[in-house]
Structures are given as structure tokens and as C-alpha cells.
């Protein structure tokens, strides 16, 4: 079986079962932040975006590790605005809020945008970038389903990188994963790409996940351009942009904590 044949999440009922394939490389009981920050994505785009109004950004906070139990979501608005909106999505599980996304919507108005000269497309695309070593593919069940070629840096050595995604299993049975999919779960992968550390010495973990768009990506192919800052107190920032075949569609950032390994 192919990893188009397979799948993230299982609907049951008003809520979800994770498969194995949803699962992330701290243990196979936790989930990689990838899929359900995705299937929070997910849920916003099935509530629908404000009339006359286009994302702007989403915010994540992720307030504890969210296991292979049934999950579910829900979506409420908490302002109504004519030029700017904000709705909010809770992940629950066992009946506790396991993380939250806010989403900003803002006016869109194609007579009001200012002139601009477009960016330019990558200079390396999917084709020509260099796919990752079995050893690399293999770091969690979830990344075996990600199509990973690596454009500048070194995924097994610290440093700054930049790495096409492509998410080839279905976030859900039987559904197209979207553009926004593909885009949240590339961002959450920034720090992953971009470690400072010896990862056989140290580990680390995003509190957060947050990011800005000024336009809709293009799937199924997001260019991830990311680099980690460490600061003197166990902590540190990643920062990324993010691109697709055509030029870059925003940016994203996350907090990390830094540990030493027993």
C-alpha cells in the first residue's frame, strides 16, 4: 500500500480516530503537531471563511500533548468585524482542550491593492533538489508519508535549511489534502529542519505555531526556508518562509524549549 492509500485521521462520528500514520517521533502514542494542527486548518476551511474576507493569519498555541484517543474540533467566532474577523478552533481530547488556533480574516479587496513587483519563483524546484536519505525518511511515522527534498542545508547536521514538502497521505480518509493543509504542516516541520543542536544530546519542543499569509498557497509542493535562534535561558525562536512553485505566500515562527537528553 502506497502512502496515498493511507491516511491521517479516521472519521468517527463528529470527531476522529489517528492512525499510526499521524503519529510523530517522540513515541507511537504522540502526535506529530503537522497532523493535528493540519486537521485544525481543516476544520476552519469546513466553517468557511467571513464573507468578503481572505485569511490572514493563524496562531497556535499547543498546551499538551495530544495522543492517539478519539479527537475533536470545534470552530467559534470571537469578532465580528467589517475589516478584520477572528475566528477560533479548539482541539479536545478526553474531553480537555489539547490546543487552539485563532485565525485572522481580513478584508479582500483586489481594487485596493497596492503596486507591486512579484516575486520570483524558487530557483530550485522539487524535481532538481535532493531527496532525503532512508534514514532521514524514516525519523516518524508521519514524515514516511512526506515527499522531502532538500534545496540548501543538511537535515542530519545543525543549521539553517531549505526543504520542499509534500504531504502524500490523505489527512483524512478519503479527502484532497488543501493548500492550507500542506502549508500548516510543512511550517510545524521548521524546527525539525532548522535544529542548532546535536539531536542525539538534545531535544526540543514548539509551545507555538504561528503564521501570515499575504496570498493562498499553491499545492501540493511548499518550500520550506527556516532557521533557529537560541537565546541564553533554555529557549529559542524558529523563523521560516514559506513558498510554492510560484514565489513565496508568507512566513511562519514558533518558540521553542531546548533539553538535554538523560
Known amino acids: 500500500m502506497n502512502a496515498s492509500e493511507q491516511y491521517q485521521f479516521a472519521p468517527d462520528g463528529d470527531g476522529f480516530l ?16 503537522s497532523a493535528y494542527g493540519a486537521l485544525m486548518v481543516r476544520a476552519l476551511e469546513r466553517h468557511g471563511p467571513p464573507a468578503g474576507m481572505m485569511l490572514g493569519r493563524l496562531s497556535y498555541d499547543l ?28 482541539l479536545l481530547q478526553g474531553g480537555r482542550p489539547a490546543a487552539r488556533c485563532t485565525a485572522l480574516y481580513l478584508k479582500a479587496d483586489p481594487a485596493s ?30 514524515f514516511t508519508g512526506v515527499d ?26 478519503g479527502e484532497v489534502n ?17 535544529a542548532v543542536v546535536d539531536l542525539r544530546k538534545w531535544s526540543f519542543v514548539n509551545a507555538d505555531l504561528g503564521l501570515v499569509f499575504w496570498r493562498m498557497p499553491r499545492a501540493p509542493w511548499i518550500l520550506l526556508s527556516a532557521e533557529t535562534t537560541a537565546g541564553d535561558r533554555g529557549t529559542g525562536v524558529v523563523r521560516g518562509t514559506l ?3 510560484t514565489g513565496p505566500f508568507g512566513t511562519c515562527a514558533m518558540t521553542v524549549i531546548f533539553e538535554r537528553r538523560a
Do not use: N, Y
Open 18 to 33: 489517528p492512525t499510526e500514520w499521524a503519529v510523530g517521533p517522540w513515541s507511537a502514542d504522540l502526535l506529530q503537531g
Open 148 to 173: 522531502t527534498r532538500v534545496v540548501e542545508g543538511d537535515l542530519l547536521r545543525p543549521g539553517p535549511a531549505a526543504t520542499w514538502f509534500h504531504l502524500e497521505r490523505p489527512l483524512v480518509a
Open 178 to 194: 488543501s493548500p492550507l493543509v500542506h502549508a500548516v504542516s510543512a511550517a510545524d516541520l521548521a524546527g525539525g529542519i532548522s
Open 113 to 142: 491593492t497596492p503596486p507591486t513587483v512579484a516575486a520570483p519563483a524558487p530557483a530550485i524546484g522539487p524535481e532538481a533538489a535532493k531527496p532525503v536519505p532512508p534514514q532521514v525518511k524514516a525519523w516518524s511515522p508521519f
Open 243 to 245: 513558498l510554492d512553485e
Open 63 to 90: 498546551w499538551r500533548p495530544v495522543t492517539r484517543e478519539r479527537i475533536t474540533t470545534a470552530v467559534s467566532v470571537l469578532r465580528e468585524g467589517r475589516k478584520a474577523s477572528t475566528l477560533e478552533v479548539s
